[in-house]
């Protein structure tokens, strides 16, 4: 399986799967791959990987995003929401990705982005990712 692909589903297990995150979102977590669908319920997650090394290169350096959007009176949903993504991400290890040999997650940075609609909130949250080809870190430990 595609690295990306195999990270996006281990991702979207790990979300989906979480009763916090359910909680906080309402009883169901609605998480899309880059774009949600047009009317889709709030609140939901859009998340994508953007790697920034070459695939031959054995070490893969990336940002893991996700986008939460809301419509809510107030920013108390939205904030639940992303207070229970940075316990279930940051810092996040997956070992034995497809020929890869793990992949770490650490909080990069994470912001409101404002929006024209009232009530509509917006927040993106972005953690750094390494993910090591598992015979490049065989070789490197003789």
Do not use: C
């Not at 998480?31 to 939901?44: G, N």
């Not at 409101?112 to 870190?137: A, D, T």
Request: charged letters at 25%; a negative charge; zero cysteines.
């Amino acid at each position: 399986m595609d690295l990306q692909k195999k990270l996006m589903t281990q991702l979207f297990t790990t979300l989906t799967d979480d009763a916090t995150l359910k909680a906080a979102m309402g009883g169901t977590v609605r998480l899309y791959p880059t774009w949600a669908p047009p009317d889709a319920t709030f609140p939901y997650l859009v998340h994508r990987i953007d790697f920034n090394v070459p695939e031959w290169s054995p070490e893969r350096l990336g940002t893991y995003l996700i986008d939460i959007w809301s419509d809510s009176p107030n920013a108390d949903e939205i904030l639940a929401i992303r207070a229970q993504l940075i316990v279930l991400v940051d810092e996040l290890y997956y070992s034995a990705v497809t020929e890869h040999d793990g992949a770490w997650f650490w909080l990069q940075s994470d912001m409101f982005v404002p929006e024209p609609e009232e009530g509509i909130w917006h927040y993106n949250i972005s953690w750094n990712m390494k993910v090591l080809k598992e015979s490049e870190v065989a070789w490197v430990r003789r």
